[in-house]
């Protein structure tokens, strides 16, 4: 027996000493401002966001208790027979028949039902009971039963390393299968000794997986053709392609080729409408959105650069991280970034610039989830941030609906394909919400916690009784709905089509005072700039009169004193020529009186 003792000492009681003195600072290294890096800057939009400070209030209903009643069947052998007749033998049942008759029991049993069945048919002949009364009116639905779900089945990671589930498809013939796709996003989190293996699961089967698929670089995201149900396409974190097909094994049928896949890793892929059944798209964060023919991975049919100014400069794309296209409508595609902007987005245009129709702007950060409705196509849904919102294509400026912000991230959503106003997501916390939007927009109808890790991905079987969650600890968890949130109820689409018209009414309309505003503070600010440009107008008239009277006042200041100089010089030669006169008249006098003396 090996005796160990462990000796613990702070680590302040041992080693040198530390002496910190002062000392002046001390440039390292001067970064100037580059003014070339402002050209690849992009406006971000701002959004405004109402917050409420009263005290929420909430709404009692009182109802009397209700009784709860069940339909139950009875299965009922022909004629009842005792355990030594065979119904198959004629002869023993006539023979039964005629015992049976004579006896005195069944004599008085038929004469006193004689008199009832009597007594029902004159009723049947004066009233019809299968007349229908009162068709116009509407029947009052009956209570619907509590949502609620419970767990079937748990898919764990088999390996020792788990890895988070980021992807999953549901098989297309009856959801018998489920494919899904592990690898882990967190940066630098991956080790030589994690796997890159992907699974499909058994439904029926949680112990082992009915296959496992071996691709070069671990799977993000991976679909089921919907018209092949043996072929199935995947997107790995090198930003390469796969394509399987189940009847050849687990090894990939062929590969896109590295020079001309994406740059980071595929988040998501789709199989497109087209009549071969071979097409598909991608979508990565390297702001690229490429389509492929599985029949010839080497490189892509068509690119297309999700660069915000439409100029196809890939240095400013957009990072793509979701995509959604409806068969209904094959040239249109949406893109859900990294920004928090949902691309529209038209194949068949000619142009590139051409080919990015709108954005809508509403999420702080990555849209993890887009999918139009089911039902209702020019609605579509969106999850970022901590916020599910719902928009229609006619209004770009801002979302019809959405839901309170969440104390958790949400990471995934999708639609019910049975009812148009459910919808499913999942948060970091391992939570599962189901919406109802006709019944409460404020809270969801269920809120089931899954899992206590967080919950990456979400997928709706095709009939919406079956739900699949992918947990961060790599477990795929599958959940059965109640059947009141899985069937169709009376008069929903109607309803979610006047509440959707309705909304957007109103988006419309508070659109168009936005806009109205934005006119007038539009021309506010013109005109105080006029009026500005007019007084500075006037300042320079004012400043040009000062300066021309102040030129003129200098001019006749300048004239007056020539003036007064030359007066003054007239003045002064007039006084010179009559001091001469006076000294010439001067001097002839004295000659004369000389002259006279003489």
Known sequence: MEIVHVYTKLRSEFGGQCFFSDRSEERLVDIPPDPKLTLQFIQKT???????????????????????????????????????????????????????????????S?????????HCIKQNNAIDIYQQYFDDEEEVEESQETPSAKTINVFRDPNELKRSVTGLSWHPDGGRKLAAAYS????????????????????????????????????????????????????????QIAYWDTRRGSQPVEYSSVEHSHRDPVYKIIWLQSKTGTDAFSASTDGQVLWWDVRKLSEPTERL????????NLDRA??????????????????????????????????????????????HGPIYALQRNPFFPKNFLTVGDWTARIWSEDIKESSIMWTKYQMSCLMDACWSPVRPSVFFTVKMDGMLDVWDILFKQSDPALSLKVCDKALYSLRVQDNGHLVACGSQQ?????????????????????????????????????EARQRELRLK???????????EAGREEGEEDLEQLIARAESDFYNIVEMEMRRREKREEALQEKDVCEEKEVKNRAKTGDDTGETGAS
């Open 318 to 363: 957009l990072g793509a991280i979701s995509l959604e296209f409806e068969a209904t409508m094959p040239t249109k595609f949406m893109v859900g970034t990294e920004q928090g902007l949902v691309v529209s987005c038209n194949r068949k245009a000619k142009t590139p610039a051409e080919k990015i129709v709108c954005t809508y702007d509403g999420h």
């Open 521 to 531: 503070e539009r021309s506010r600010s013109e005109q105080s700039k006029e009026e």
């Open 184 to 239: 882990c996003l967190e940066f630098q989190k991956t080790s030589k000794d994690m796997r890159l293996d992907s699974y499909i699961w058994d439904v029926e089967n949680p112990n082992r997986p009915e296959m496992t698929l071996k691709p070069a670089s671990p799977l993000i995201c991976l679909d089921y053709n919907p018209k092949d149900s043996h072929t199935l396409v995947g997107g790995s974190y090198n930003g």
């Open 474 to 510: 790599g477990e795929a968890t599958l959940l059965e709905i109640s059947s009141g949130l899985s069937t169709l109820q009376k008069n929903e689409k109607s309803l979610l089509a006047a509440m959707f018209e309705r909304e957007t009414k109103r988006e419309k309309i508070l």
């Open 46 to 108: 701002h959004r405004d966001l109402a917050g409420q400070a009263c005290r929420e209030m909430s709404e009692h209903q009182v109802n009397t208790k209700r009784f709860e009643s069940n339909s139950c069947g009875i299965n009922h052998v022909e004629g009842g027979w005792p355990k030594d007749i065979n119904p198959d033998e004629m002869e023993q049942t006539i023979r039964f028949r005629k015992k049976v008759e004579k006896d005195e029991g069944y004599l008085n």
């Open 305 to 312: 650069v999700l660069d915000p100014g439409r100029e196809g």
């Open 110 to 118: 038929i004469m006193q039902l004689g008199s009832v069945m009597e």
